[in-house]
Structure formats: C-alpha cells, structure tokens
C-alpha cells in the first residue's frame, strides 16, 4: 500500500505551477516594436541562449519534487527478505528483588554512579545486542514467573526499546505493612530456563544458544532448574551463565521515615555453584560480571559458535520513500538556480 504522509504540502504546487507560468509568459511574450525589422542584426541562437530556455523548466521540476518530498510518500506493511549468518540467542534477565542491590556502582571523580545489579544486566546485555547485529535474539525475564518480553527477532531497534522497559516490581503491602506480591519478587530460575528452551525449540539456525544473567539464587518456581537443564541438553542448546554481583552484605536504596532516600545493607547470595553447574552440563561457560574481561571472553566464546544462514522477512510499519525524491530535487534545484545565475546572470 503507497500513501503520502503530509498530502498537504501538495498545496505548494500552486505557487510552483505559477512561478513557472510566469517565467515562461515573461520570456516569450515581451518585445519591443520596431519597424525596420531587416536592418537588424540577424539573431543567432547559441548554447547560451538553449541553456537559458531550458533552467527554468530544470529549477520548477526540482520544486515541485522537493514539494512531493515533503508530502513524505510511503509504503505501508512493507515486506522485505533478508539472509545472514546467524546464531539463535535468547537472553534470560533475572528481574527479582535481589537485583536491587547496588554492589555494581561505579566510582568516578565526581562521586559514586549508583547502579542496581539489573542495570548492569541491562548495560552487559545492550553491548552483548551491538556486537551481534546479524543473530536472532530474544528476551525472557524471571523474578517468581517467567515472562517471554520478544520472540526471536533480528529487530534489535525493537529489542533494545523492550530492554530499555525492564524494571524489578515495587513491593505491594497491605495495610498491616506485609508484602503481598512476595512471589515476584523471588528468583525462578528454572522456569526462566525452561521458557528460553521451548523458545529455542523450532528457531531455524543449528546453533542454539541461551545466555542467563542472574545473581543465581534459585528459590521459587514450578520446574526445578535440574530438570530445565536435562531440557536443555535434550535439545543441544547450550547455556552460557553470567553471574552478577557478589555474597554478603549488600546496599540497597531505601527511605526513611522523613521519604529521605537513604543506603541500608542486606545479606544477598550469588549462588555460583548452580551457575556453574548450568553451563558446565549443557557445554556452555560461566562468566562474572565482576572480571572486566568476564564479557570479551564471552563474547569471544559466542563467536567461535558454529553459524547457520537463515532468511526470514522484515516487516515495517512505514517504509519511507522520499529520499527518492529529495535527492534529486535538490539537484535540480541547485543546478537549475546556479547554472541559470552563470548564463543569464538572475535567478529565474
């Protein structure tokens, strides 16, 4: 379906369609009579005076598809095929309460940069998209209940955006001050696991693989992360782990009674050893975020993973076609007005 944006620019071809009328009605309708006309000097037609009759026509063509651009014409639903080398990734985010904990925060010069552990997730996952432009990716967070946010997709515009909206839940309480969405706030790692690998299941490219980020303390879900992993290797997918933050006492943003944001600590655990364990079963590594070179080596790993060419349609919502008119526009426009001032010294 073809459609412009802004037909109302379309109006602007009035006063086009006029200044070349006037140019024209000008050029060829002015005289001076004279009655002698075989004494004159016989008028030669030269490149110059072929140049002049044709600008005018040039610099009105090139307003009125600089009018068509601005009317911004468009394909809509548009369709197109595109083929690549991929890998089918999907990224598993732990968004439980315990990625609240501030362990990650940056030290600068002007003070510290607070970041909670699923900043650093988000931050660890933006540069894991960047550097893997041509794979097929998808999202599932986890806290209690595990939730595919993006099927597999080569739109990582759109990944990113879905990303960027990940946030842990806010505790609920009732009026006696007791939590009453507790569940969510917890760590279901196995479900996590297991949603990423029936995700996978049916994905067209061989080489399947999950990547979990999580502070690696499983306690809530209905599928035990042992039996996620026996699906995994049933599958041949591998599962790369990357651990996030540390054991012990962690801070955590909170207020006091004044609505003051103030730092208290609580004990948190990065269980490694389910970590670990995942990604040793399944053939893939563990990573900390904590090493700085946790995530090169990671993404090194990624890249020696055996690639499948897959074709898959790519869908817009609005596909912009006025480029194709601006460009010339312009250049019709610029030479039309230039060349016209070079020849016959105006503008028109």
Same mark, same amino acid.
């Given at each position: 379906?073809?459609?412009?944006? $802004?037909?109302?620019?379309?109006?602007?071809?009035?006063?086009?369609?006029? =200044?070349?009328?006037?140019?024209? +009605?000008?050029?060829?309708?002015?005289?001076?009579?004279?009655?002698?006309?075989?004494?004159?000097?016989?008028?030669?037609?030269?490149?110059?005076?072929?140049?002049?009759? !044709?600008?005018? @026509?040039?610099?009105? =063509?090139?307003?009125?598809?600089?009018?068509?651009?601005?009317?911004?014409? *468009?394909?809509?639903?548009?369709?197109?095929?595109?083929?690549?080398?991929?890998? =089918?990734? /999907?990224?598993?985010?732990?968004?439980?309460?315990?990625?609240?904990?501030?362990?990650?925060?940056?030290?600068?010069?002007?003070?510290?940069?607070?970041?909670?552990?699923?900043?650093?997730?988000?931050?660890?996952?933006?540069?894991?998209?960047?550097? +893997? %432009?041509?794979?097929? #990716?998808?999202? !599932?967070?986890?806290?209690?209940?595990?939730?595919?946010?993006?099927?597999?997709?080569?739109?990582?515009?759109?990944? *990113?955006?879905?990303?960027?909206?990940?946030?842990?839940?806010?505790?609920?309480?009732?009026?006696?001050?007791?939590?009453? $969405?507790?569940?969510?706030?917890?760590? @279901?790692?196995?479900?996590?696991?297991?949603?990423?690998?029936?995700?996978?299941?049916?994905?067209? %490219?061989?080489?399947?693989?999950?990547?979990?980020?999580?502070?690696?303390?499983? $306690?809530?879900?209905?599928?035990?992360?042992?039996?996620? #992993?026996?699906?995994?290797?049933?599958?041949?997918?591998?599962?790369?782990?990357?651990?996030?933050?540390?054991?012990?006492?962690?801070?955590?943003? @909170? +207020?006091?009674?004044?609505?003051?944001?103030? #730092?208290?600590?609580? /004990?948190? =655990?990065?269980?490694?050893?389910?970590?670990?364990?995942?990604?040793?079963?399944?053939?893939?590594?563990?990573?900390?975020?904590?090493?700085?070179?946790?995530?090169?080596?990671?993404?090194?790993?990624?890249?020696?993973?055996?690639?499948?060419?897959?074709? *898959?349609?790519?869908?817009? *919502?609005?596909?912009?076609?006025?480029?194709?008119?601006?460009?010339?526009?312009?250049?019709?426009?610029?030479?039309? #007005?230039? @060349?016209?001032?070079? !020849?016959?010294?105006?503008?028109?």
């Amino acid at each position: 379906m073809f459609r412009f944006a $802004n037909p109302f620019y379309f109006f602007l071809l009035l006063p086009v369609i006029a =200044a070349g009328w006037f140019v024209y +009605r000008r050029r060829y309708r002015q005289g001076v009579l004279y009655s002698i006309t075989h004494r004159l000097v016989p008028l030669t037609v030269t490149w110059r005076t072929r140049v002049a009759a !044709v600008l005018p @026509a040039v610099t009105v =063509a090139g307003l009125a598809l600089l009018t068509v651009a601005l009317a911004r014409p *468009q394909t809509v639903l548009s369709r197109s095929r595109r083929t690549s080398d991929a890998v =089918a990734v /999907h990224m598993v985010v732990d968004m439980s309460g315990s990625m609240e904990a501030l362990d990650l925060s940056i030290k600068t010069p002007a003070g510290t940069r607070y970041r909670t552990r699923l900043d650093a997730v988000k931050e660890t996952f933006s540069e894991f998209i960047a550097q +893997r %432009p041509d794979d097929l #990716i998808g999202l !599932v967070t986890f806290g209690g209940f595990a939730t595919t946010r993006v099927p597999l997709t080569m739109d990582h515009r759109a990944l *990113q955006h879905v990303l960027e909206g990940v946030e842990i839940p806010s505790p609920s309480r009732d009026r006696s001050g007791r939590v009453i $969405n507790e569940e969510e706030l917890m760590t @279901a790692i196995g479900d996590a696991l297991a949603t990423a690998c029936a995700r996978l299941e049916d994905a067209a %490219p061989t080489s399947r693989i999950i990547v979990l980020l999580s502070d690696g303390e499983s $306690n809530t879900g209905i599928i035990p992360p042992e039996k996620a #992993i026996e699906v995994a290797e049933e599958l041949g997918i591998k599962v790369y782990t990357i651990g996030v933050g540390s054991t012990g006492r962690a801070p955590f943003k @909170a +207020r006091d009674m004044s609505g003051r944001e103030t #730092i208290h600590y609580a /004990h948190v =655990a990065l269980d490694e050893t389910l970590l670990k364990s995942i990604a040793e079963k399944t053939g893939g590594r563990y990573f900390n975020v904590r090493d700085p070179k946790g995530l090169t080596r990671a993404m090194e790993a990624i890249n020696d993973l055996e690639t499948t060419e897959v074709e *898959q349609d790519v869908y817009y *919502q609005f596909n912009e076609r006025f480029p194709w008119f601006l460009m010339p526009a312009l250049c019709l426009a610029v030479v039309g #007005i230039g @060349a016209n001032m070079v !020849v016959t010294r105006r503008a028109m």
